[in-house]
């Protein structure tokens, strides 16, 4: 079974994250999980629920048969190089994220993650939201992008005649999907 390993953050959009975990489990994929303190804070205030942890809150948003660790869990399986994942995806990834990946800093098990990913040479997406960006940001975005990973905003399209948010997500998810060769039918695609 293929793995995958999916972090959320504390930027807008947690539901992106959801999306993405749903996707990569019906294309088959085992998934690995976690999610920092600011994305519990940020689901909380965006699906108007109160979790008691990240457990609660993947359970509490139907995301069933991963395995969930602590941000802090610098002893997991998926903190070594040694371990085998396929891909590596943040979503949201949020602009302290960003920052810090590109400096080398990991402070956490989602920033472990992708620095793992980039110097393994593994595929990496982070899904970021912030707007507007400021230089900093556009810089730390393209630090990311030379070394490798693949930086994609949470801006989905709207030629596929979305009815809902979901629909809006699940295009986000699919071109996630699409870029790391994950066979999907997240979305309808143009003139198909
Ligand atoms: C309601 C809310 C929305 C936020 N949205 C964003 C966002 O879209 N992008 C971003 O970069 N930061 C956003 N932030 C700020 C981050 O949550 C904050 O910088 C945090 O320290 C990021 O921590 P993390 O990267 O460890 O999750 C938001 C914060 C709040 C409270």
Known sequence: MKKSFVALTGASGVIYGFGIIKALQNAGYQVYVTATNEALLNAQAETGQQYKDI???????HIKDVTIYDIND???AVAS???KVDNYIIAPASMGFV????????????????DVAIKERRPLVILFREMPLSNIHLENLLK???????TMPAAPGFYHKAESI?????????KVLDILNIENNCFKRWKS
Request: aromatic residues 6%.
């Open 74 to 76: 610098s002893g997991a």
């Open 55 to 61: 457990n609660d809150m993947f359970e509490n948003n």
């Open 166 to 174: 979901n629909d809006l997500v699940d295009f986000v998810s699919g």
């Open 81 to 83: 190089g040694s371990f």
């Open 144 to 150: 990311l992008n030379n070394s490798g990973a693949i």
């Open 99 to 114: 920052g810090r990946v590109a400096n080398g800093i990991s402070s956490n098990l989602a920033e472990r993650c992708a």
